[in-house]
């Protein structure tokens, strides 16, 4: 894994100052004078990068992206909140979790999920390895609640996944490679057809000329470039927004309190202190302890946005609109950024520019998941 | 000792070719259950631990509360051969009664813990019983403000623990007892010389000689907690139910064995998991013979249905398997004597099955 990089925005650029100050560093040259091939390029929404996918491993693990057995008691798959038909997440704005327990966040889509460079809205996973938010998922209590040496066995249990395996392992299925099998699976499900691509690529008729000022805006006076950059459009860094508190964390009125049971219950498996008082979602700060992560986010990707509404870390906005509305206003209560004052014309332009960020939608057929067969009872 | 006497004087009277019952602790009712120091009852604790044992926010998806597999209505068992398991999986043992489960000091059939404060989280949490995370449950009773204020009189504490929870229950557990009242073998023992037929006084001789059940079953919860390998017949649908293949497969994988016993794995290797010492292979906690009327069926692995199955496996020196004891050989007990000795196991029930109803659990609420 490569090691997080946690220092917000401010801090990172004080410590690049201090770098240039160390003796074995040559004193930065101040920007005018830099020679223009190595001066850095500005930040942009980046072609999605080919990955090295294994497809033999991938087939397997399409199968157990869909099987219900790799959860605790075989009630729900990855797909049941990573639904293909909702973008790949739920269409709802607070996650569904294991019977009996219920997410305080939005599902991310998992499009592009192999690009990010962090997992998960307080951004507590290094994004360079899916089978570890594989087995996070798959071993969590709220989520799905297995076991993974049950896991491995069940898997065991059914012949057509031994078979699979056999392609690509002379051993049987075992342990963390089943989880990374899955993440092997995630790296297929990447956007398609994106207008915004091929644009890029030099197809000037991909997009709208409302979109085309869209992106100016998005890379000038609205600067979400500054955040949302890179392949999948986020700078894997954790920013405070203010997006405004989902009321139905603390009190659902189907699920009552199960949402807030589920949200102390992670302050306090990740040790933050007083979590029995916390009635907000304090995102970076129950990871750090610092205050200053009190209300920071990990920046989503913004790609295959028209599949993934709604948005934010708790599913407040349920519109394109209404987010950049919100941006416009310069976030919410305790945001780190600066109203935009942008015109009416300019926000239906940015949408515009949003939307053909999306491609078309990636929807797969479910697999016939195989049954379990009796083995030869004493050959393991 | 009144009861030692009367039994020795039986034993000398009936079986003097086989003297075998003197050298054991003889059965006998109760003794009050011992109470750990740490532990100490209170009707307030037993009440909460009833809730506790009840409430199925006690487990992963809120399906298997203690009280599904430990079901009063069936012998605070679950009446299966094998135990049910929480939902996706299956069990690999049967499902002990909770009956005087406060006189073991070893617990589960291999004697993994000491207490019932430690099977508690082993049911609780364990991933083919309830499968519940604990830092989850705590949560969840955290949210439950009748719960909230009754740890706080019973345990001084602002929010509850599941260190508490598992005491709590462990308590109630404690109170589910066999009742000496209504226990034949107890009232005789107790001076009430009518309360044994003739059929379960000869049963008792046999008991305490030729059948040399005593040798194990001893003392007044009729086991003597140790070990012994009987070549108990493995269950058949470890061969041909493929939920209990991957719950035999995943108990060696997690209990550590070597690689070699995980993949030959084909028997339930008992205190061998515990010790890794082969000649523990197949060796398991001898059980209790109290409330037997009401926990059928009987062994580790459920095989036998009825009384008379169990004593024709003893009568005819028991199964094949490794380790096996060089107490159980064959008995050579008549018809008559197996029926005896039946009469005599079943003097160790109530008259009646001790039932209980459910309490009512609070709800859960928003937290202000």
């Known amino acids: 894994m490569k090691p997080h990089v946690i220092v917000p925005l401010a801090c990172a650029l004080a410590a690049g100052v201090a770098l240039a100050q160390a003796p074995a560093t040559p004193p930065a040259a101040p920007a005018p004078a830099a020679p223009a091939a190595q001066a850095p390029a500005a930040p942009d929404i980046l072609p999605l990068p080919e990955q090295k996918i294994d497809a033999k491993q991938a087939e397997l693990g399409k199968f157990l992206f869909f099987d219900k057995r790799l959860s605790g008691d075989a009630a729900l798959s990855c797909a049941t909140c990573h639904d293909p038909k909702k973008g790949w997440g739920e269409d709802a704005a607070l996650g569904k979790g294991y019977p009996a327990s219920e997410n305080f966040r939005n599902t991310p889509t998992i499009l592009n999920a192999t690009l990010k460079s962090r997992y998960h809205w307080d951004g507590r996973l290094d994004g360079s390895d899916p089978g570890t938010l594989v087995r996070d998922q798959i071993t969590e209590a709220v989520f799905m609640n297995a076991d993974g040496r049950l896991v491995q066995e069940r898997v065991k249990q059914v012949p057509e996944y031994v078979e699979l395996w056999k392609t690509f392992r002379k051993d049987d299925p075992n342990g963390m490679r089943i989880f990374n099998i899955v993440g092997e699976f995630i790296k297929t499900v990447t956007s398609k057809n994106v207008p915004y691509d091929k644009f890029k690529a030099g197809d000037a008729a991909a997009i709208s000329d409302d979109a085309k000022t869209g992106y100016e805006l998005f890379k000038g006076k609205a600067g979400c470039v500054v955040c949302h950059n890179g392949p999948v459009g986020s700078d894997g860094k954790l920013h405070k927004t203010g997006v405004p508190e989902n009321p139905q964390v603390l009190s659902d009125p189907e699920h009552g309190p199960l949402r807030a049971i589920t949200m102390l219950r992670h302050y306090s498996t990740s040790g933050m202190p007083n979590y029995m008082n916390a009635r907000t979602d304090v995102g970076f700060y129950a990871i750090t302890k610092a205050q200053k992560d009190m209300g920071k986010f990990n920046t989503p990707s913004i790609r295959d946005l028209k599949y993934t509404a709604p948005y934010m870390h708790n599913g407040m906005l349920k519109t394109l609109d209404e987010v950049v509305e919100f941006y416009s206003k310069g976030g919410g209560k305790g945001s780190e950024l600066k109203p935009l004052g942008l015109s009416a014309a300019e926000k239906k332009s940015l949408v515009a520019f949003l939307e053909s960020l999306s491609g078309d939608p990636v929807v797969i057929d479910p697999p016939k998941i195989p049954d379990y067969r009796v083995r030869e009872f004493g050959k393991n | ?368």
């Open chain 2, 1 to 368: 000792m009144k009861l030692k006497l009367l039994a020795t004087a039986l034993t000398g009277a009936l079986a003097t070719a086989a003297p075998v019952q003197a050298d054991f602790p003889p059965l006998g009712p109760l003794p009050p259950a011992p109470i750990p120091a740490d532990n100490p009852m209170s009707p307030e604790k037993t009440e909460l631990g009833k809730m506790l044992f009840w409430d199925s926010r006690l487990g992963g998806d809120a399906s298997s509360p203690c009280q599904v597999c430990h079901e009063p209505g069936k012998g605070w068992g679950d009446g299966g051969e094998i135990s049910r398991g929480y939902p996706g999986t299956q069990h690999w043992r049967n499902s002990q009664t909770i009956l005087n489960s406060a006189y073991y000091n070893k617990i589960f059939w291999e004697g993994s813990v000491t207490s019932l404060e430690g099977q508690a989280p082993s049911a609780a949490e364990g991933n083919v019983a309830g499968n519940g995370d604990p830092s989850l449950m705590e949560m969840r009773m955290r949210f439950i403000p009748e719960y909230v204020a009754r740890f706080k009189k019973v345990f001084g504490v602002d929010w509850p623990r599941m260190t508490h929870a598992y005491q709590a229950i462990a308590a109630f557990e404690r109170t589910i007892v066999s009742d000496a009242k209504q226990v034949p073998f107890d009232r005789f023992s107790n001076g009430d010389k009518m309360a044994l037929s003739e059929n379960a006084q000869r049963g008792m001789a046999l008991y305490n000689g030729k059948a040399g059940c005593v040798q194990c079953h001893n003392g007044p919860l009729a086991s003597d907690q140790k070990f012994y390998a009987l070549g108990v017949p493995e269950n058949e649908v470890f061969k041909t139910e493929p939920l209990y293949q991957i719950t035999h497969r995943w108990e060696h994988y997690q209990k550590g064995v070597f690689e070699k016993d995980y993949r030959s794995a084909n028997l339930d290797l008992g205190l061998y998991y515990i010790t890794k010492n082969p000649k523990d292979i197949n060796k398991f906690r001898t059980p209790s013979l109290r409330e037997l009327k009401y926990t059928a069926p009987f062994m580790h692995d459920g095989i036998f249905y009825t009384l008379d199955e169990v004593v024709d496996f003893y009568n005819n020196g028991g199964g094949e398997g490794p380790n096996k004891s060089p107490l159980i050989k064959p008995l050579g007990l008549s018809d008559a004597e197996r029926k005896d000795l039946v009469a005599f196991l079943e003097s160790l029930s109530m008259d009646k099955p001790l039932l209980m109803d459910p309490p009512k659990l609070p709800p859960y609420a928003v937290m202000k």
